[in-house]
């Protein structure tokens, strides 16, 4: 179940951050509620996380995963720029994500 809640944290915490991508500041209206919209559930389901994974684990493997997240759907939707540089910093966020992950167990 705390996968299953971490996966929903951070698939909603990578939509809000397009949604602000997408609301240009504020301006557009539906994509502004969005992004406030997911920010809210994806607090409720961190919250909801916390229960089960040690709380410095949970916030590294989150915070990792979603800035990986949506750099790399920036790159892939936006057309924002993907240099040598940027795209081994995101594997070495992953790697640090996976090492954190095995020091769970």
């Known amino acids: 179940m705390g996968y299953f809640l971490f996966v929903l944290s951070l698939a909603t915490s990578v939509t809000a951050n397009i949604c602000v991508k997408l609301s240009y500041g504020f ?24 229960r089960y994974m040690e709380l410095g684990i949970l ?16 790159m892939f939707f936006f057309g924002e720029s993907s ?9 070495i ?8 992950q095995l020091e769970t167990h």
Do not use: E, P, Q
């Not at 916030?59 to 920036?74: E, F, H, K, P, Q």
């Open 27 to 50: 301006t557009k209206k539906l994509a502004s509620i969005g992004a406030f919209v997911f920010y809210g559930l994806c607090g409720l389901f961190l919250v909801l996380t916390v």
């Open 59 to 74: 916030y590294g493997i989150w915070a990792g995963l979603t800035v990986s997240g949506t750099a790399l759907l920036g």
């Open 83 to 91: 240099s040598r540089r940027k795209i081994i910093s995101i594997g």
């Open 93 to 100: 966020i992953i790697v640090g994500v996976v090492l954190l």
